[in-house]
């Protein structure tokens, strides 16, 4: 059984992922992802025509409560464990430039 991927295609894509194979990473690799595009390529055979398309194999369910109006936090509880407050807001580190365009 000859691999679908030539060690040439692992190479260039270990290039754009950015990663340094070793001549023996770049043979294994050959192999088992040609292997898996050859099942892949099996799949292709399954006759689908009758099966609908769903978004998920299982069935799923909203979960969430209904969105019904309740009292806020008050806001010192709120601030309560902030490492720093003003007593009405929460105070964080400055990240943009306060300079113009």
């Known amino acids: 059984m000859t691999s679908p991927l030539s060690v040439e295609e692992i190479q260039r894509v270990a290039e754009l992922g950015r990663l ?6 770049v043979s294994e690799y050959t192999g088992q992802l040609g292997a898996i595009l050859e099942y ?15 978004a998920h194999a299982v069935e799923v369910q909203n979960v969430f409560r209904e969105d019904e109006p309740r009292e ?14 003003d007593g009405e807001f929460f105070l964080v580190p400055q990240i943009l430039g306060g300079g113009g365009a």
Not at 72 to 85: E, G, I, Q, R, W
């Open 20 to 25: 340094k194979l070793s001549s023996e990473e």
């Open 40 to 54: 892949v390529a099996k799949l292709q055979d399954i006759d689908t025509e009758d099966v609908e398309p769903m």
């Open 72 to 85: 806020s936090l008050p806001c010192d509880a709120a601030l309560v464990n902030a490492p720093k407050t």
